[in-house]
């Protein structure tokens, strides 16, 4: 039985038997696998606060014979989401993306650009430039939208945002609208009846952040209104390709993200 070492992020747990838990968790290696932690519950030693999702971590795991599960052996803290401040809307959002890529991604798949754009966003979530001057909470708004967008695009779910869908004519700010029912966007000529506008800001910012890095945009201001319609429309592709609405983007949206 070999027994396997790969960088990984924990996604989700749930109890099983008495003292046991499933972990699905997201390998750079070998992509997302589910795993059973022997007495997780039991000992909290063993996995200390390393089961709490978007836990970055060194996990060593074993593939076991005719089972579908592995068996988690060990998980060594590299970034613990709860090292930095916690707040509500921060938590929602890591609830987000913990969600949303167990959902996403298939198992033993390596999702290598995936990954990278996780520990990005992580490393947004908390950074220090993101911390609003009035409040001094932790604003994560850039970094999921800039999770959202690309996401989507890695799951082949975004067309070209520079055109509308229908004409192929190049978009103009201020002019370009979304549908809940069709991917791409359209221009004032075809926008659909029960389309959504895309404000200025959040198409140009569309087009800025699917060339540069997530760090290129955490000197910029973030109030939480920022970007949420281009938000919604990223979310809306993802929602109908799993044909499921995601529980965590409920909870957001009460936060008004
Ligand atoms: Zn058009």
Request: proline share 5%; aromatic share 8%.
């Amino acid at each position: 039985m070999a027994v396997l070492s790969s960088e990984a992020v924990v996604l989700r747990t749930w109890p099983v038997h008495e003292a046991d838990l499933i972990v699905s968790f997201f390998t750079r290696d070998y992509g997302r696998v589910k795993g059973v932690a022997k007495s997780a519950l039991k000992s909290r030693k063993r996995f200390g606060g390393a089961l709490e999702p978007m836990t970055v971590a060194k996990a060593l795991f074993a593939e076991r014979p005719r089972q579908e599960l592995v068996r988690l052996d060990q998980l060594e803290i590299i970034r613990s989401p709860l090292a930095g401040p916690v707040d509500h809307a921060r938590m929602a959002v890591l609830s987000f993306y913990a969600e949303m890529l167990d959902e996403c991604l298939p198992e033993h798949d390596p999702q290598e650009t995936v990954f990278r754009l996780l520990l990005s966003v992580l490393e947004q979530t908390s950074a220090v430039g993101a911390e609003s001057a009035e409040s001094g909470a932790v604003q994560p708004w850039m970094a999921l939208t800039y999770f959202s967008l690309w996401m989507t695009r890695l799951m082949g779910l975004l067309p070209d945002v520079a055109h509308c869908m229908v004409c192929n004519e190049e978009l103009r700010p201020g002019e370009v609208s979304f549908s809940a029912y069709a991917d791409g966007l359209f221009c004032a000529l075809h926008r659909n009846g029960s389309g959504h506008a895309l404000s200025a800001d959040s198409w140009q910012l569309a087009q800025r952040m699917l060339r540069a890095p997530a760090s290129a945009f955490a000197g910029e201001a973030w109030p939480r209104r920022r970007g949420q319609d281009l938000r919604r429309f990223t979310l809306q592709a993802l929602e109908r390709h799993l044909e499921r609405k995601l529980r965590t983007a409920e909870a957001l949206g009460r936060l008004g993200g």
